[in-house]
């Protein structure tokens, strides 16, 4: 058993993101004393499930990853794990995790992930082959992380879990946008109907540029709902004008160098606003 190629097949770096993104969202929405046991069921059931969604997209995708540059070393292509191994081991961990939610952690948050996974696999995998909508469609699993937390929190949606759902969704976007422009002729051979292939750069670019945009005063919305305070504002600001900073760069010269920039920058600034959300809710208690 090649237990280095499973291990690849859960695709740890986006699980890392995975797992930081949902239980911030319970860290913010928790009210009360921090139920560290609580966390720990949240952490792992998440692991388990969004391990299990990860490995059956890379089943899923198994053939055009094989065309790809970037994805023909991967387990299956590889032929490291055979296509219908990574599907049991797929099924099984995702499984797993939602059990392990619904039984230690609430239905609520069990639901929600399981809303995350299957949108992820049977709506947004098969659409990216089909149409230029399918970023929309994507951004919506990638919106449910937090949430996923927040309702382990508190069991229910309220303003709050609202707009982290909506910050996320208007980042995904422009993030799934700048990696089809990165990887255009990837995505080309793989037969992706991602916006910059079926359009053009330009076309793209104008979406990333709008929704950075909007993204920058909806981030702001906990503090007109005054759901958050000062430090969360200041922030917020910061973070959103350097932003939009590296987003007018690149959308001027297009070069290659400008889109790295935008996307590390766009990549550092999600983690850093709910870090920031985290701390303006540290900062509040403290002081009061």
Not at 77 to 93: E, K, N
Not at 190 to 199: D, E, I, N
Request: aromatic letters at 14%.
């Amino acid at each position: 058993m090649n237990i280095k190629a499973y291990f690849e097949l859960t695709k740890p770096r986006a699980l890392v993101v995975i797992i930081f993104t949902t239980c911030t969202g319970y860290l913010i929405a928790e009210l009360g004393p921090l139920r560290w046991v609580l966390l720990g069921h949240l952490a792992f059931g998440t692991a388990v499930a969004a391990a299990g969604s990860l490995a059956l997209n890379q089943h899923l995708e198994r053939r055009r990853d094989a065309v790809m540059t970037r994805t023909s070393s991967r387990p299956i292509p590889s032929g490291r794990v055979s296509a219908t191994q990574a599907l049991i081991f797929g099924w099984v961990l995702m499984v797993v995790g939602y059990v392990w939610l619904w039984l230690f952690v609430n239905r609520a948050s069990s639901m929600a992930t399981m809303m995350c996974g299957l949108s992820y696999l049977y709506l947004y995998t098969p659409l990216k082959y089909t149409t230029s909508l399918s970023s929309f469609v994507g951004a919506i699993p990638g919106a449910l992380l937090p949430v996923m937390g927040w309702l382990a929190a508190r069991n229910a949606m309220d303003l709050g879990g609202w707009f982290l759902f909506m910050i996320l969704f208007l980042w995904q976007i422009p993030h799934a946008l700048i990696i089809a422009i990165r990887h255009r002729d990837d995505y080309l051979k793989a037969g992706m109907r991602q916006l910059p292939v079926v359009a053009s750069n330009v076309t793209a670019t104008r979406q990333i540029l709008l929704h950075i945009v909007i993204l920058i005063p909806a981030s702001l919305m906990p503090n007109v709902f005054y759901l958050a305070d000062w430090f969360y504002a200041m922030s917020a600001s910061v973070l959103g004008g350097w932003l939009f900073y590296r987003a007018v760069a690149y959308a001027i010269t297009k070069n290659e160098r400008q889109a790295k920039l935008f996307f590390v920058s766009l990549s550092a600034y999600l983690p850093l606003l709910l870090i920031a959300m985290l701390a303006d809710k540290w900062i509040w208690n403290a002081m009061h």
